[in-house]
């Protein structure tokens, strides 16, 4: 069964900084592109980041380029995002999802608070 | 970017009944002239999204019958042929053909 579990979110200050993992499970991780998509609350779906098999190819959404950095571990079948600068605007729940051009497995989510 | 436009914004629809949702882009979704990267999510009330129809019109393992999608180019629609209760939920839309990839603003359907 495929899994993947988010983990790092919390409460930061505007202009702080957190990195946001997701352990995955069930397939050969590293045979797939990986994404992270956001959802302000209440609010739509957002393609922040995403990553090709070996980490050699990376594309950002440019509301996050140069604050935000997408990379892999396939060694240990993780996925992270660092995120510096952090806004007010950054605020939402972060998913990990499988695949990018069509997400077909998403972990639940970890929640990202931007406040003073 | 390639915007989704979605519609209606909200669905009421009795149970048994068909719904359908439109989702128009601003740019072609044809990807090397072959695949359109169009895909449908449902995400119920507290869930993650869960992929409905992939590649236009391809329906994911465990997604009722009920569930279609089809279009060309740039207009897409997700038909469900007789809505029942566990349908509830926001439906989006989303193109994967052109970075960065966008979703459509959804469609809450709820039961009338």
């Known amino acids: 069964e495929v899994q993947m579990v988010e983990s790092g979110g919390g409460l930061v200050q505007p202009g702080g900084s957190l990195r946001l993992s997701c352990a995955a499970s069930?397939?050969?991780?590293?045979?797939?592109?990986m994404s992270w998509v956001r959802q302000a609350p209440g609010k739509g779906l957002e393609c922040v980041a995403n990553?090709?098999?070996?980490?050699?190819?990376?594309y950002y959404v440019d509301s996050v380029k140069g604050r935000f950095t997408i990379s892999r571990d396939n060694a240990k079948n993780s996925l992270y995002l660092q995120m510096n600068s952090l806004r007010a605007e950054d605020t939402a729940v972060y998913y990990c999802?499988?695949?990018?051009?069509?997400?077909?497995?998403w972990g639940q989510g970890t929640l990202v608070t931007v406040s003073s | 970017d390639v915007v989704m436009t979605q519609s209606p914004v909200s669905l009421p629809v009795t149970l048994g009944q068909p719904a359908s949702i439109s989702c128009r882009s601003s740019?072609?979704?044809?990807?090397?002239?072959?695949?359109?990267?169009l895909s449908w999510f449902q995400q119920r009330p507290g869930q993650s999204p869960r992929r409905l129809i992939y590649l236009l019109s391809n329906r994911d393992s465990g997604v009722p019958d009920r569930f279609s999608g089809s279009g060309s180019g740039t207009d897409f629609t997700l038909k469900i042929s007789r809505v029942e209760a566990e349908d509830v939920g926001v439906y989006y839309c989303m193109q994967g053909t052109h970075w960065p990839y966008t979703f459509g603003l959804g469609t809450k359907l709820e039961i009338k």
């Open positions: 069930g397939f050969t991780f590293g045979r797939d592109w």
């Open positions: 990553i090709n098999q070996d980490g050699s190819d990376k």
């Open positions: 740019q072609s979704l044809v990807y090397s002239g072959e695949n359109t990267y």
């Open positions: 999802a499988r695949h990018s051009r069509d997400p077909d497995d």
